[in-house]
């Protein structure tokens, strides 16, 4: 099937940085160690833009976490600018440590710093053994163990890996609030051939419906009347138009699938927009719900033989 035969591999792969984020631990687990070159991005903004313009071959991005929800940055770039597509996910168990200089004591904590997804998992912790600390955002937890060991903050809430890479000692392990938590990230490529279906796929768009009533309920009914799982619904204003909401969506299957391509054709006739995102291998640990045979393939390229013969007459 055209547009569905393996695509060229990746050799320069860009990343939210700096070095030591849970985002480098997701790409290198991905990776063989002699594989490809990394280059660290200040912002998931930046990695994406340098898929865009060709300076990486693709970008590995967070897009959702399992206890705090979805990357705002990384649903915005997606769905805006020129299209990339997701070609990969990474599910990554998310550990903190509290990471400070060597000889830091919790007295002499007055200031923690890390990513707001981090600081939002680990808020009772952190109130717990700092009731009198404001924790402060900063871009990345790599950054935060960064400032640490520049002196600029006295602690981290970063992974392990970068309280490693910054020379800092974890005073508090486990620092979460929810153990077991996992990120769940993304392979970005520029739009072009797709991987190949695999049986157990995901298949992610943005929607963008008009502002009547019904418009979300016509949306959801193209994929429940062919027996499509929804994994994963969620509104995003868009930034030029005041209240009017593009939805971005995960279902089950492959573009290359009757059941998931007729969806897909469906509601570019019914929404006002749709973007489509990419068809990749399911990697979160969980099975696609048998497809019942009134949806599968073959049921589908029975029912257009049928209607041709229909419409010559036979």
Not at 144 to 159: L, S
Request: some cysteine; glycine content about 8%; charged content about 20%.
């Amino acid at each position: 099937m055209p547009g569905m035969h393996p695509r060229t591999g990746p050799t320069r792969f860009a990343y939210l940085g700096p070095e030591g984020t849970f985002a480098e631990a997701a790409l290198r687990s991905t990776l063989a160690s002699s594989e490809g070159a990394l280059y660290p991005q200040p912002s998931v903004t930046a990695a994406l833009a340098a898929v865009r313009s060709g300076d990486a071959d693709a970008a590995l991005v967070p897009l959702e976490n399992s206890v705090e929800g979805s990357v705002p940055a990384t649903m915005d770039g997606l769905a805006q600018g020129d299209p990339l597509v997701i070609t990969r996910e990474v599910v990554r168990d998310v550990a903190f440590v509290l990471g400070v200089r060597p000889g830091t004591e919790l007295a002499g904590v007055r200031s923690v710093v890390s990513h707001p997804h981090a600081l939002a998992q680990t808020a009772g912790r952190l109130a717990e053994l700092f009731p009198d600390v404001v924790p402060l955002p900063l871009s990345s937890t790599a950054g935060a163990a960064a400032a640490v060991a520049a002196g600029e903050h006295d602690a981290a809430v970063c992974a392990p890996i970068a309280a490693e890479r910054y020379g800092l000692a974890p005073l508090v392990e486990d620092l979460a609030d929810t153990p077991g938590a996992v990120t769940r990230f993304v392979v970005v490529e520029p739009a072009g051939a797709l991987p190949a279906p695999t049986a157990n796929d995901k298949t992610s768009l943005v929607v963008v419906v008009e502002d009547r009533t019904g418009a979300l309920l016509d949306v959801l009914r193209e994929f429940a009347v062919r027996d499509i799982s929804l994994t994963r619904i969620e509104s995003r204003p868009i930034r030029e138009r005041k209240w009017v909401y593009s939805f971005s969506l995960d279902c089950e299957g492959h573009v290359a699938e009757g059941r998931v391509g007729e969806a897909l054709a469906a509601l570019h006739r019914v929404a006002e927009d749709v973007r489509f995102l990419g068809s990749y291998p399911r990697a979160d640990g969980r099975d696609n719900r048998p497809v019942p045979a009134s949806a599968a393939d073959a049921a589908f390229a029975e029912a257009g033989e049928w209607l041709a013969r229909v419409r010559e007459g036979g």
